[in-house]
């Protein structure tokens, strides 16, 4: 059992040592040493040795087949760290210090995604922070999804954090004051009459919308309802595409930086030309490993049809070349629909079956962007393959990350004529602002964001 030990360290030790693939290979690592571990510890006892090697074959098994869960935060990924500086003191500093630039209003109108719907569970409750509100997120017991302002009207205890759902109602942890899903409250229970509740006992009621597994809740500087919806995704409604797995990043930057990407085709054999295995610090990528690349093919354009104006496509075609031969296995067929300002469904096709990313897109503060990935695929593409795409999806926004997390915003930039399609982008992105968006200055300044 030691050599066994001894050998699973060094092939384990082979790969690499930070990022995701590192964490990956240390999680599998992990597992099987606990495997030599437990039939080192009690061979003589088979019984316990075989609870033990399930348990640790179970968690080997995780690893490689169960969805991914990939978190960064912002200081964990895209900044250049100084002598005896810390990520989080690095991430501080740059984003008091960058020049920000004549940025556009901080918060566009239309849908934003406030979580994937599949993390909450009936009966139970969930604290949020997005475009400067706290919100409480709770699933009833009849599986209805009600998003209202997090803090009780009563001494201002916040839903979210203790809160509990009894039944259709949404109890406060302070006092046990019981809202229903339109926020008002129903219930006092210490009150001699605990039906009898005064009319303005209410907290604030948010449009929200559950589709696609997430929900999504809207937002409208001149307080307009919704007019326009995202389109429903048949394949995951019907249970065709499965949910394997999700990745997160918070970005220090505006959030119109992150969807203009799409227009601006020039970056993309550039930044994610360099083959995957050169890593996400731009100072290296350039410098590994140049017999391997990524190619890109790219078209983008705003959709013109009635009652599309919100939406725009971008077609990716992905190949590798070795030695500059084109290896046809990895191709990868992308229509990428942005929706709003917040919202992107990129459908893919690939040789061993299709599926989706979802991305969303929602700011938490006017220059903090929290950026999720979920990926859905067709049962018959293996788990390791969606999960080798969700990996690589996240390594190539990596990239993008160190660019954001230290760009300003230019309002008026130099442009050449092949980057025609990023001021054609801007004047469509336009149409997500309106009289009253707030600005950076005001919400900078202001408690409010």
Request: hydrophobic letters at 40%.
């Amino acid at each position: 059992m030691g050599l066994t030990r001894d050998v699973v360290t060094a092939i384990t030790q082979q790969l690499p040592g930070k990022g995701f693939f590192g964490a990956e290979a240390g999680r599998l690592h992990n597992a099987v040493q606990d495997i030599a571990t437990a039939a080192t510890a009690v061979l003589s006892n088979r019984v316990v040795l075989y609870a033990l090697g399930g348990f640790a074959l179970y968690r080997v098994g995780s690893v490689l087949f169960g969805p991914v869960r990939h978190i960064r935060r912002n200081e964990d990924v895209g900044y250049l760290l100084e002598e005896c500086q810390t990520k989080a003191e690095r991430a501080n500093e740059v984003r008091r210090r960058r020049q920000t630039g004549d940025l556009p209003p901080v918060y566009p109108n239309g849908w934003f995604c406030i979580m994937p719907a599949h993390e909450v569970a009936k009966n139970e409750v969930k604290q949020a922070h997005i475009l400067g509100l706290d919100l409480a997120v709770f699933r009833t017991e009849s599986g209805a999804v009600s998003v209202v302002e997090a803090y009780c009207p009563h001494l201002g205890a916040n839903l979210a954090a203790g809160g509990h759902v009894h039944g259709e109602t949404l109890a406060c942890p302070f006092h046990g004051w019981e809202f229903d899903c339109d926020g008002k409250c129903v219930r006092i229970p210490y009150a001699k009459d605990p039906t009898k509740v005064p009319s303005e006992a209410r907290v604030k009621k948010y449009t929200s919308l559950e589709i696609n597994d997430q929900i999504l809740f809207w937002f409208d500087a001149e307080g307009r309802e919704p007019f326009w919806y995202p389109p429903e995704l048949t394949g995951i409604r019907t249970g065709n595409w499965i949910f394997r797995g999700k990745t997160q990043h918070f970005l220090n930057s505006h959030i119109q930086e992150v969807p203009e990407n799409a227009a601006d085709v020039a970056h993309l054999n550039y930044l994610h030309g360099p083959i995957l295995l050169n890593g996400t610090d731009l100072r290296f990528s350039h410098s590994r490993f140049k017999f391997m690349r990524h190619d890109w093919e790219a078209s983008w354009a705003p959709n013109t049809a009635p009652g599309e104006e919100h939406l725009s496509t971008l077609n990716l075609v992905h190949r590798i070349y070795i030695f500059g031969i084109h290896f046809p296995l990895v191709d990868f067929f992308v229509k990428a629909t942005q929706i709003g300002p917040g919202l992107v469904y990129l459908t893919w096709e690939s040789i061993f079956g299709s599926g989706v990313f979802v991305q969303a897109l929602t700011p938490q503060e006017p220059l903090l962007q929290n950026l999720t990935h979920c990926i859905y695929a067709q049962r018959m593409v293996p788990i390791f393959i969606a999960k080798f795409y969700m990996i690589g999806e996240a390594l190539q926004v990596e990239r993008d990350v160190m660019v954001w997390n230290n760009k300003m915003y230019r309002g008026k930039p130099m442009l050449v004529a092949e980057d025609s399609l990023i001021a054609q982008h801007r004047r469509w992105y336009k149409q997500f602002y309106s009289e009253n968006s707030p600005r950076y200055s005001a919400a900078h300044d202001g408690a409010n964001w």
